[in-house]
């Protein structure tokens, strides 16, 4: 069955950077694209980028351009996101979801969730 | 960019039905998407394109889209459908992916 298993909990001071790992099984791996949303906490659902785990091209929210960096590892079917210039405001619950298997546009699976604290 | 507005909560009893409006500037012209989200979970899918169920999603699940206005629909509704539920569609004009403000429902 598909899974997308994520990596575990992190806490980081103002500033620094954090890198969430995503990594598939029970599926081919470059045969889908990989969607980043986020959830601050109490909030909704913040759509921040999308990679085609084929050919790694990447489409970023316009507020994350220039902070964050969405990668693929083909050989290991493992997606991950890094975010630079933490600040409190970035807290929330990280989650990877792949375009889903009747077109792209929806997310059909979706990670368990990681949560960064950013806090000094 | 491409805005979605929902409702903030849905109060609804035991058998009845609830029904989760998702407003957009001619949001049928695009495919809408909706995902049920429980306290402490991921979201889940509940339908697609409109109208379509994923397998696993009941059949009292349903979903419609036309001008201005994307509504699903949850019939006979139970104890379990308490939720927050978000739509979702992709702008093709920005090439972004675009949420929902989000509904509570709370099964009275």
């Known amino acids: 069955q598909v899974q997308l298993v994520q990596s575990g909990a992190e806490v980081k001071k103002p500033g620094a950077s954090v890198k969430v790992s995503c990594k598939a099984s029970?599926?081919?791996?470059?045969?889908?694209?990989i969607s980043w949303v986020r959830q601050a906490p109490g909030q909704g659902l913040e759509w921040m980028g999308w990679?085609?785990?084929?050919?790694?091209?990447?489409n970023y929210a316009q507020k994350l351009q220039g902070r964050v960096t969405m990668t693929t590892d083909t050989s290991t079917g493992t997606a991950y996101m890094e975010l630079r210039s933490l600040r409190s405001d970035d807290t929330a619950v990280y989650y990877c979801?792949?375009?889903?298997?009747?077109?792209?546009?929806?997310?059909?699976?979706w990670g368990q969730g990681t949560l960064v604290t950013v806090s000094s | 960019s491409y805005v979605l507005t929902q409702p903030p909560s849905v109060s609804v009893a035991p058998g009845k039905t609830a029904r989760i409006t998702c407003g957009g500037n001619?949001?049928?012209?695009?495919?809408v998407h909706w995902y049920q989200q429980k306290p402490g979970q991921a979201p889940v899918l509940v339908i697609y394109?409109?109208?379509d169920r994923p397998s696993g999603i009941p059949e009292r699940f349903s979903g419609s889209n036309s001008g201005n206005t994307a509504t699903l629909t949850i019939s006979r509704v139970e104890a379990g459908d308490e939720a927050d539920y978000y739509c979702?569609?992709?702008?093709?004009?920005?090439?972004?992916?675009?949420f929902g403000t989000g509904t509570k429902v709370t099964v009275l």
């Open positions: 979702q569609v992709w702008d093709s004009s920005s090439d972004l992916y675009v």
């Open positions: 990679i085609s785990a084929s050919i790694g091209n990447t």
């Open positions: 394109y409109d109208s």
């Open positions: 979801a792949r375009d889903g298997s009747t077109g792209p546009e929806s997310f059909d699976y």
């Open positions: 029970g599926y081919s791996f470059t045969s889908y694209g």
């Open positions: 001619n949001i049928g012209s695009k495919s």
